[in-house]
């Protein structure tokens, strides 16, 4: 069984999440998402507007993932890795360059991301 892992806040859920996940797994047999904590996202100086829990419950129930772990930080990676038998890391190519070096454990590839939305845009549009 081949095993993708990727992080991120996934708040106010779109079509650009989908199509990470959906080409993730499409990678592999088996999806787990690292899941940024409310906590975490306070370091990544993000406000997620729904809760690490409503998000775990809203991603839990995606067809193309298989597993849902917290992310409580940055270097939890290496060792999700290790536990989780992970043999593809995938990130959207905003992230390009920055976990290089996990290509010591496991494939390492950032996906091009989903012109034209994002969580930003979404809060941006509805404050009018
Ligand atoms: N994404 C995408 N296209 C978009 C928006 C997001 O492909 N239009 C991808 C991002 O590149 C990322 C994933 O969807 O791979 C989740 O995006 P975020 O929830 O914004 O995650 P982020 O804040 O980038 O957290 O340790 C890694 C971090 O937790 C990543």
């Not at 999806?31 to 809203?58: M, P, W």
Request: hydrophobic share 40%.
């Amino acid at each position: 069984m081949k095993k993708v892992l990727t992080y991120g806040t996934f708040d106010l859920l779109h079509w650009g999440h989908i199509n990470l996940l959906k080409r993730a797994r499409d990678l592999g047999d088996f999806l787990v998402v690292g899941l940024s904590t409310d906590e975490f996202n306070e370091i990544k100086q993000k406000s997620a507007y729904h809760s690490f829990e409503h998000r775990t419950i809203i991603l839990e129930s995606i067809r193309f993932v298989d597993k849902v772990i917290p992310e409580n930080g940055w270097d939890q990676k290496v060792q999700d890795i290790i536990d989780h038998d992970i043999d593809i890391f995938v990130m959207g190519d905003d992230w390009k360059g920055k976990f290089d070096h996990l290509k010591e454990y496991c494939e390492v590839i950032y996906l091009p991301r989903t012109v034209d939305i994002s969580t930003t845009k979404i809060k941006k549009d509805l404050c009018v």
